[in-house]
């Protein structure tokens, strides 16, 4: 029979039969990467283990049951298993491909993805996961099998009742016997909920919109730093300050050589006269989360999302003590943290550094020493580099860094060897090594008439196929090194040093304090004299490194964030 003549005929099968039948499948076939690693945490298999592993497959079953009886009315039933067939072999896709959890987070990351991005995402793979276990079952349902209900509502309202108090018998029944191994598994492993498929993206997906749509993301703006003046130390001084904070994009720490790495990947940081953190930590694993995260008064263990989103960050209070702050853009936009201050899209720029799907990350430094000169004040500039987003990697660099060979030049990173993915990826460190050092050139060649000084800090970072997970977005709390290690680097101009009387040996006792994204609200109030209450010396890593820090203090070395003070901060605002 050919698969049009299947098409062609008419199967009707009780409701109750075909939600078992959809539930296995979705139990067996869809949740792929569940049953790795549950196999993983349980290899070898004890006669008590597959025992165990069998009565997790009849719990998903009986679950998946009874959630799909709630819905099994006319009308409702059948829209609703054809879009469970369409979207859960993309999630299928993505965690078998690359390892990937889905959490809120993971939403908000795709939500927020632009169109560039997203198209790389786009593979044959995806397209045969998405016909082969979407397309044709979502068809058969909708043109094929029809599922059988009562004729009256109120009777079909019973059979579904009845159907799912089985199915919570059944799952009482599956469970008691084991009780100790399902508490063991959900107390130790609770990762595992965000790999079965699709109830990980209907809840984050749910817990995204309701984040997102809550009374707190759409409050009035909350102040902060309403305070903010230059610290005494401006009185004596000269020139004009120009302070660059570079985020890059998926950076991590271990692929830098001036970290230790084997290859010579940063031959450019090596030789210059930069202060190089080595023990620096993101406050999240996508950028859509770490971006806010860095430039807000809350971070680390108190970061709120919709707190923060609501709140005032630093780039408001530099603002606010009189400098022109710009942001410059090269990547998927500022994630919200620039919209009250100057922004500059450049990632569509007609120049020599873009070609027509992309450009590079040095038109972000076009034209922008001019841009700068024509200021009347002090500038504060943030350049938001593409740096090496994944899983194009090939497409973050010119041929000429093109230094690590072979190459992987294929977004569908599993169709390439681990050796030609870390080449790709190491060429994009090696591109950005030169971005910087062309950064630090340029900031040089403006010290004769200004004061100058440039932060590098990296967004998160990114896993190459360590324990079989690549590219980014793992849940915080089980995040791989790889993914939260990243670099922090400092240049200050020799003028810039003077000017604030900056003891660069006091910085460099400090490289190897651990920090993190909470640091860096603080540390960039300490670096460019800024006062207001908002400010807290025990989290500003170049505290006591100054001659007249921002606030009188302090020796600090290595940094603790205080969540209890920013509410503080906030409570009072």
Same mark, same amino acid.
């Given at each position: 029979?050919?698969?049009?003549?299947?098409?062609?005929?008419?199967?009707?099968?009780?409701?109750?039969?075909?939600?078992?039948? $959809?539930?296995?499948?979705?139990?067996?076939?869809?949740?792929?990467?569940?049953?790795?690693? #549950?196999? !993983?945490?349980?290899?070898?298999?004890?006669?008590?283990?597959?025992?165990?592993?069998?009565?997790?497959?009849?719990?998903?079953?009986?679950?998946? !049951?009874? #959630?799909?009886?709630?819905?099994?009315?006319?009308?409702?039933?059948?829209?609703?298993?054809?879009?469970?067939?369409?979207?859960?072999?993309?999630?299928?896709?993505?965690?078998?491909?690359?390892?990937?959890?889905?959490?809120?987070?993971?939403?908000?990351?795709?939500?927020? !993805?632009?169109?560039?991005?997203?198209?790389?995402?786009?593979?044959?793979?995806?397209?045969?996961?998405?016909?082969?276990?979407? $397309?044709?079952?979502?068809?058969?349902?909708?043109?094929?099998?029809?599922?059988?209900?009562?004729?009256?509502?109120?009777?079909?309202?019973?059979?579904?009742?009845?159907?799912?108090?089985?199915?919570?018998?059944?799952?009482?029944?599956?469970?008691?016997? #084991?009780?100790?191994?399902?508490?063991?598994?959900?107390?130790?492993?609770?990762?595992?909920?965000?790999?079965?498929?699709?109830?990980?993206?209907?809840?984050?997906?749910?817990?995204?919109?309701?984040?997102?749509?809550?009374?707190?993301?759409?409050?009035?703006?909350?102040?902060?730093?309403?305070?903010?003046?230059?610290?005494?130390?401006?009185?004596?001084?000269?020139?004009?300050?120009?302070?660059?904070?570079?985020?890059?994009?998926?950076?991590?720490?271990?692929?830098?050589?001036?970290?230790?790495?084997?290859?010579?990947?940063?031959?450019?940081?090596?030789?210059?006269?930069?202060?190089?953190?080595?023990?620096?930590?993101?406050?999240?694993? !996508?950028?859509?989360?770490?971006?806010?995260?860095?430039?807000?008064?809350?971070?680390?263990?108190?970061?709120?999302?919709?707190?923060?989103?609501?709140?005032?960050? $630093?780039?408001?209070?530099?603002?606010?003590?009189?400098?022109?702050?710009?942001?410059?853009?090269?990547?998927?936009?500022?994630?919200?943290?620039?919209?009250?201050?100057?922004?500059?899209?450049?990632?569509?720029?007609?120049?020599?550094?873009?070609?027509?799907?992309?450009?590079?990350?040095?038109?972000?430094?076009?034209?922008?020493?001019?841009?700068?000169?024509?200021?009347?004040?002090?500038?504060?500039?943030?350049?938001?580099?593409?740096?090496?987003?994944?899983?194009?990697?090939?497409?973050?660099?010119?041929?000429?860094?093109?230094?690590?060979?072979?190459?992987?030049?294929?977004?569908?990173?599993?169709?390439?060897?681990?050796?030609?993915?870390?080449?790709?990826?190491?060429?994009?460190?090696?591109?950005?090594?030169?971005?910087?050092?062309?950064?630090?050139?340029?900031?040089?060649?403006?010290?004769? $008439?200004?004061?100058?000084?440039?932060?590098?800090?990296?967004?998160?970072?990114?896993?190459?196929?360590?324990?079989?997970?690549?590219?980014?977005?793992?849940?915080?709390?089980?995040?791989?090194?790889?993914?939260?290690?990243?670099?922090?680097?400092?240049?200050?101009?020799?003028?810039?040093?003077?000017?604030?009387?900056?003891?660069?040996?006091?910085?460099?006792?400090?490289?190897?304090?651990?920090?993190?994204?909470?640091?860096?609200?603080?540390?960039?109030?300490?670096?460019?004299?800024?006062?207001?209450?908002?400010?807290?010396?025990?989290?500003? #890593?170049?505290?006591?490194?100054?001659?007249?820090?921002?606030?009188?203090?302090?020796?600090?070395?290595?940094?603790?964030?205080?969540?209890?003070?920013?509410?503080?901060?906030?409570?009072?605002?």
């Amino acid at each position: 029979m050919t698969l049009a003549a299947l098409f062609r005929r008419r199967f009707e099968i009780r409701v109750e039969f075909l939600t078992l039948a $959809v539930a296995i499948l979705l139990a067996t076939v869809y949740n792929a990467p569940l049953w790795r690693d #549950l196999f !993983t945490l349980h290899s070898p298999v004890a006669p008590h283990d597959a025992l165990f592993l069998i009565s997790l497959l009849l719990f998903l079953v009986a679950v998946f !049951t009874g #959630l799909l009886l709630i819905f099994a009315f006319r009308y409702v039933y059948r829209p609703l298993i054809v879009l469970t067939f369409l979207t859960a072999p993309v999630a299928l896709y993505y965690m078998q491909a690359y390892g990937v959890m889905i959490d809120a987070s993971m939403i908000q990351n795709v939500v927020e !993805t632009d169109s560039r991005e997203a198209v790389e995402q786009l593979s044959w793979g995806l397209l045969g996961y998405f016909l082969l276990l979407g $397309v044709i079952p979502a068809g058969a349902v909708a043109v094929t099998i029809r599922p059988r209900f009562d004729a009256t509502v109120p009777r079909q309202v019973v059979r579904n009742a009845v159907g799912i108090a089985g199915c919570a018998l059944a799952i009482a029944a599956i469970v008691y016997p #084991l009780y100790q191994d399902y508490a063991s598994l959900f107390r130790n492993h609770r990762e595992l909920r965000l790999l079965v498929n699709p109830t990980n993206y209907l809840y984050a997906g749910a817990r995204y919109y309701w984040r997102a749509n809550s009374a707190g993301a759409h409050a009035a703006l909350r102040p902060i730093g309403e305070d903010a003046a230059r610290a005494s130390s401006w009185a004596a001084h000269h020139k004009h300050a120009v302070v660059v904070l570079v985020v890059g994009e998926t950076a991590r720490a271990q692929n830098f050589g001036v970290f230790g790495y084997a290859r010579n990947t940063t031959p450019h940081l090596a030789e210059g006269q930069v202060h190089l953190f080595n023990n620096f930590y993101s406050c999240g694993t !996508t950028t859509s989360v770490s971006v806010p995260c860095m430039f807000s008064l809350l971070s680390g263990s108190s970061y709120d999302e919709a707190q923060a989103h609501g709140t005032e960050n $630093v780039l408001d209070v530099i603002a606010r003590a009189g400098f022109q702050v710009i942001w410059r853009d090269n990547n998927s936009g500022c994630k919200g943290v620039c919209d009250r201050v100057e922004y500059e899209d450049v990632s569509h720029a007609a120049t020599a550094h873009c070609t027509d799907q992309e450009c590079f990350d040095e038109v972000l430094l076009d034209h922008l020493e001019a841009r700068i000169r024509s200021s009347t004040g002090d500038v504060f500039v943030v350049l938001h580099q593409k740096g090496s987003h994944g899983p194009a990697y090939y497409e973050r660099v010119p041929a000429e860094f093109k230094q690590f060979l072979p190459d992987c030049e294929n977004s569908e990173l599993q169709q390439c060897s681990r050796d030609e993915i870390v080449n790709a990826y190491d060429n994009t460190i090696l591109y950005t090594d030169y971005f910087l050092w062309r950064l630090i050139a340029l900031l040089q060649n403006l010290s004769t $008439v200004d004061d100058t000084a440039m932060i590098y800090v990296s967004d998160h970072g990114e896993s190459l196929g360590e324990r079989n997970l690549y590219l980014h977005g793992t849940p915080y709390f089980i995040a791989p090194e790889e993914q939260i290690h990243i670099p922090f680097a400092v240049w200050l101009s020799e003028g810039f040093r003077g000017e604030f009387g900056v003891d660069e040996s006091c910085i460099e006792e400090r490289k190897n304090n651990r920090y993190t994204h909470a640091n860096l609200f603080h540390s960039l109030l300490g670096l460019m004299a800024i006062d207001t209450a908002a400010y807290e010396a025990d989290l500003d #890593l170049f505290s006591g490194c100054m001659r007249q820090p921002a606030l009188a203090n302090i020796n600090a070395p290595a940094i603790e964030f205080h969540p209890e003070s920013a509410k503080q901060i906030l409570m009072s605002n």
